[in-house]
């Protein structure tokens, strides 16, 4: 049942359901027999007077301070209904005497009163909610926008970092002479044909953003000499899984940026295992160079943002340094 159905749903349980029960404990046999004008025109006036109240929204005028239509409309609704109450009164026999007839006279006109206020109050109730659900919908359509925006934002601040410290890497293969340059272009290229493809989508396969965070890893890999050693292990049951790209890379940059010696043996740990749609993402590292408070920290609080954004609460993130080795672990319940 969508938002725009709902008071069409209410109207018809109104008008179909609710206005003839209670029309049916009223005299309705003794009117159709010697009153059926009256009948007919309280029935018109039921209706009417709930189409105008739906009509002109009487929270949403209050809202637009629009006092001087709100004053009018009541007191020509009113006035009808006090014209109403003076509807002609058939005289039924010569037997009905003053007193019987102003009883009558009395228990109509306050039938009238009493269903002018059913459905007066009926229609504000109705219009209120309407409205609280229309203020909830906009705030919600407004926090959206937001959040696509910052994700937007968070987004565009990873790929320039990501850019940057690749083509550091690629600055100094080439002040190096190292005969790996080639091939670390090729591969740098690849990844900046993925970053403005893939990465511009919401989402994408799992097995395409591994397929980048190899490549990735193969590019560093160039650069790097015998010291150090990479173990990066997949296990994934569904490589469609829909997943947001780029989320781990930054874990992965981090990793090499800090877990990296040109003449020490070290080793990065990375894995990635996807079951049951339930992401498991670790990356471990020997501290190699001191942390500092400078854009990698920038990178993992935008992640971390990003997360906060995308699954909230349905993640877990945490960044351990246990002696010389630091750990990162991700799970994200993605659905």
Known sequence: ?????IPIYIDFLFCAIIIPLVIT?????????????????????????????????????????????????????????????????????????????AIRIDIRTQTIWVFFLMITGFSLAIELLFELFRQILSKQEIEAEKNKAELALYKAQINPHFLFNTLNTLYAMVVSGSDKTESAFVKFSDILRYMYTQAASDTIPIGSEIAYIRQYVDLQMLRLNRHTHVDFTVDVDNEQTLVPPMILITFVENAFKYGTSPDTDCTIYISISLHDNLLRFETENSIMQPRTNDSSAIGMDNCRKRLGLLYPGRFELESTTVGNIFRTRLNIRLK
């Open 1 to 5: 049942m969508t938002y725009t159905r």
């Open 25 to 101: 404990l009223l005299p309705v046999d003794k009117w159709i027999v010697n009153n059926m004008a009256f009948l007919i025109t309280l029935i018109v006036y039921i209706y009417g007077l709930y189409t105008v109240y739906r009509i002109a929204n009487i929270p949403q005028l209050f809202m637009q301070k629009k006092y001087l239509t709100i004053t009018i409309l009541l007191s020509v609704l009113i006035a009808v209904t006090v014209l109403f109450t003076y509807f002609p009164m058939p005289n039924t026999g010569a037997q009905t005497d003053a007193r019987q007839m």
